[in-house]
Every structure is written in structure tokens, then in C-alpha cells.
Nanobody, 119 residues
Framework: QVRLVESGGGLVQPGGSLRLSCAASGTILSVDVMGWYRQAPGKQRELVASVTTGGRTNYADSVKGRITISRDNAKNTVYLQMNSLKPEDTAVYYC?????????????WGQGTQVTVSS
């Protein structure tokens, strides 16, 4: 089993920065993709960014140039550095680990951390 624990959320003013961390425990495989999703009130959960073990990244268009995802494979930890934050970035941010197999993909989720961007 995989357990994901997030930290680093909070309240920040527009234009500010936050860094989220997600530590994974359990058996982590080299095929596992780690990432961050977010869900704002009344909206569907959406991908923010993801990163493979090899460092290949994928970003939502809305966050490109402002948000950077990184991964420390030795620590099984993924980070989300968020700069130039906007009110529309307000959401609960969830850490995700996606494990592809021959039959299906398995998803593991953290408990979520609130990010609020407001003056």
C-alpha cells in the first residue's frame, strides 16, 4: 500500500508564493507517476502537474510559468512550488500517485491541503 501525506498549504496574498510537499511511504516503484491535483468549490478535480521518476513533467496550461513540480526519488517526495498565485488558484490540493499496470492504472491520494489566495 501507498500512503501520501501533504503539507504546506495555507493562506497567501495574490502574487505570493507557497510550496507544497508530499511524502510517500510504502512501496514506491520506478513506474509511479506523482503529481498534484486541485479541486475548487463546485468544480471538478483537475490536474495541476505531474512528474515521472525520470523527471518528465506535465503541467496544466493555467499554471505554466508560475508553478514548478519537482521530485526527490531518494526521499519519495514531490514538491509543488507555486509563485505568482492568483485567487483562482484557491482550492484543495491533493497529492496523487498513479501506478500503471498491464491491466489498469491504480491511483493513490493524499488527504488534501487547502490553499487560499486572498487579500
Amino acid at each position: 500500500q501507498v500512503r501520501l501525506v501533504e503539507s504546506g498549504g495555507g493562506l497567501v496574498q495574490p502574487g505570493g508564493s507557497l510550496r507544497l510537499s508530499c511524502a510517500a511511504s510504502g512501496t514506491i516503484l520506478s513506474v509511479d507517476v506523482m503529481g498534484w491535483y486541485r479541486q475548487a468549490p463546485g468544480k471538478q478535480r483537475e490536474l495541476v502537474a505531474s512528474v515521472t521518476t525520470g523527471g518528465r513533467t506535465n503541467y496544466a496550461d493555467s499554471v505554466k510559468g508560475r508553478i514548478t513540480i519537482s521530485r526527490d526519488n531518494a526521499k519519495n517526495t514531490v514538491y509543488l512550488q507555486m509563485n505568482s498565485l492568483k485567487p483562482e488558484d484557491t482550492a484543495v490540493y491533493y497529492c496523487n500517485l498513479e501506478r500503471p499496470t498491464l491491466s489498469r492504472n491504480y491511483d493513490y491520494w493524499g488527504q488534501g491541503t487547502q490553499v487560499t489566495v486572498s487579500s
